[in-house]
T-cell receptor, first 110, second 113 residues
């Protein structure tokens, strides 16, 4: 039968290439954003965060960019590895609530 | 620290039965969140507590769902009576403060038949 549900965007990248995962948010009052990674069978895991007074933040192999003008976040993963395969969620803090986006599937081809 | 601990990891129950999901947050964290994850709706926030007090339960789907936090180290999410459409993975998360990074448990996979 037909499957109904969220159709998550999928990004397929070759091992060693850089990955860019995008996210749009709706609430211009949100001032704190987090990227989470969720592997199969596990809970979401924190990757990196950014506050609205910044437009860029770097971690180990990951960079988050924030464009408040167009309400857009991106997560860049350098030298993508097979272990990076997962679903990636952006989340925003609204009041004291952590609200998640739909997610993007990242598949790394060896 | 062992992280956020949820039990059981898997639960299969018959429609109409009561289901209780349990969560132990990270020690010292004062905010606790219950989420539900399904293919249809993704990750939905059901309810969150701050200092053991429910702050926002607007995500709780119906009166069949209830959540309690009797102390800083324990919370339950109860569904009574359960229905097949409640089948999902339920996550508990905790954070130092409501607006800070949340740490998630491994989830409880609930199947209602």
């Amino acid at each position: 039968g037909e499957s109904v549900g969220l159709h998550l965007p999928t990004l397929s990248v070759q091992e060693g290439d850089n990955s860019i995962i995008n996210c749009a948010y709706s609430n211009s009052a949100s001032d704190y954003f987090i990227w989470y990674k969720q592997e199969s069978g596990k809970g979401p895991q924190f990757i990196i965060d950014i506050r609205s007074n910044m437009d860029k933040r770097q971690g180990q192999r990951v960079t988050v960019l924030l464009n408040k003008t167009v309400k857009h976040l991106s997560l860049q993963i350098a030298a993508t590895q097979p272990g990076d395969s997962a679903v990636y969620f952006c989340a925003e803090i609204r009041g004291n609530k952590l609200v998640f986006g739909a997610g993007t599937i990242l598949r790394v081809k060896s | 620290d062992a992280g956020v601990i949820q039990s059981p990891r898997h639960e299969v129950t018959e429609m109409g039965q009561e289901v209780t999901l349990r969560c132990k947050p990270i020690s010292g964290h004062n905010s606790l969140f219950w989420y539900r994850q399904t293919m249809m709706r993704g990750l939905e926030l059901l309810i969150y507590f701050n200092n053991n007090v429910p702050i926002d339960d607007s995500g709780m789907p119906e009166d069949r769902f209830s959540a309690k936090m009797p102390n800083a180290s324990f919370s339950t999410l109860k569904i009574q009576p359960s229905e097949p459409r409640d089948s999902a993975v339920y996550f508990c998360a905790s954070s130092l403060a409501g607006g800070a990074e949340a740490f998630f448990g491994q989830g409880t996979r609930l199947t209602v038949v």
